[in-house]
């Protein structure tokens, strides 16, 4: 967890000892670590060749779609649901809100949380979403309806 709020994730190829993590952890104390910073350099040794990280990353980069269902190494890594856009854990909208905040074209989406919808930003579906067809219709016609009045006098 960082300065900014944002979980971000690191990839490791091994499963990580003890001495590992505690490595890993000084070394993140150690240094002003921000969303995008490299921790290692890859021939730095022991962690250098184990661990990957994205590094395309700042601060506002949408949290790591990884972090929700992580591939391999669940069986010591559950992740508590947090906002896709901000990484936070609290206000979190469920789907029938965002449904009915027709946010959603229909689709099951990642977890947000209100402070980003009321901002203006807008739910990520998730990927292979299905789109229930009777409700992307019904948040079309709201939007449609909506431009209507924008539009009367
Ligand atoms: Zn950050
Ligand atoms: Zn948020």
Redesign the pocket.
Known sequence: M?????P?LIYSNAELTKDDKSALQRQIEGMHF???TILFQEEEEPLGNIIAQKLA???DTDLERAYYNPKTGRKNFETPPACIRCGSRSNLQSHSDLHQAELTDGKECYPICHTCVVAGKMPVALPGAKKRHSQARVENNAKKQRARTDLAP
Do not use: E, F, I, K
């Open positions: 960082l300065q900014c709020g944002m971000r921000v969303c995008g990353l700042s601060c």
